[in-house]
């Protein structure tokens, strides 16, 4: 926030901001690929605490969903939570599942479509992310999983790391 702040004080015009805004999600990320399933790479990632008592408050994407509402209306936008669209990473059959429990026992049958997801973009020299995204000049926000080539700022980063990318008038080509 006090990065935002410092650029619109200083009289730069921010036309995008994208980000890796949790740390959960980060580490189920930076570690999805090690040869594990993803349902695997959750239950570690619960188990070292890094996730939510019921992982489905961290998969759902709704905390990034909060972050970019906050981040969009510092710039300007008026957009409320449910003005931006969030890739849920829970899926849709374990959404209504009664206890965190049921969804980490039936998580694994979902492991098919996460793998396939990752060897597309490993098969492209990528990796996956779950980021935010405030676009500015287009007067929206959005939260998703998005594929990113290796080299990109967003693919170094380790364990629970975030990272945050201004784009502004002064910083265009190279984001910030």
Excluded: W
């Amino acid at each position: 926030m006090g990065t935002l702040k410092h650029l619109v004080e200083t009289g730069d015009r921010v036309e995008r901001i994208e980000g890796i805004f949790s740390g959960t999600l980060s580490y189920i990320f930076n570690t999805f690929g090690d040869g594990r399933p993803f349902s695997e790479v959750v239950l570690d990632a619960k188990a070292k605490g890094f996730t939510e008592p019921d992982p489905r408050d961290d998969l759902n994407g709704t905390d990034v969903a909060r972050k970019v509402a906050i981040l969009a209306r510092e710039c300007g936008l008026e957009l409320e939570l449910s003005d931006i669209p969030v890739e849920s990473l829970v899926p849709e059959p374990l959404r209504a599942s009664p206890s965190a429990a049921e969804y980490m026992a039936r998580i694994p049958e979902f492991d098919g479509e996460m793998a396939q997801r990752l060897q597309a973009a490993e098969a492209s020299g990528e990796v996956l992310r779950f980021v935010g995204v405030v676009d500015v000049k287009g007067g929206k926000g959005c939260v998703e999983l998005r594929r990113y080539p290796r080299t990109h700022p967003f693919a170094q980063l380790s364990g629970t790391d975030n990272i945050i990318a201004f784009t502004t008038k002064r910083y265009t080509r190279q984001p910030l």
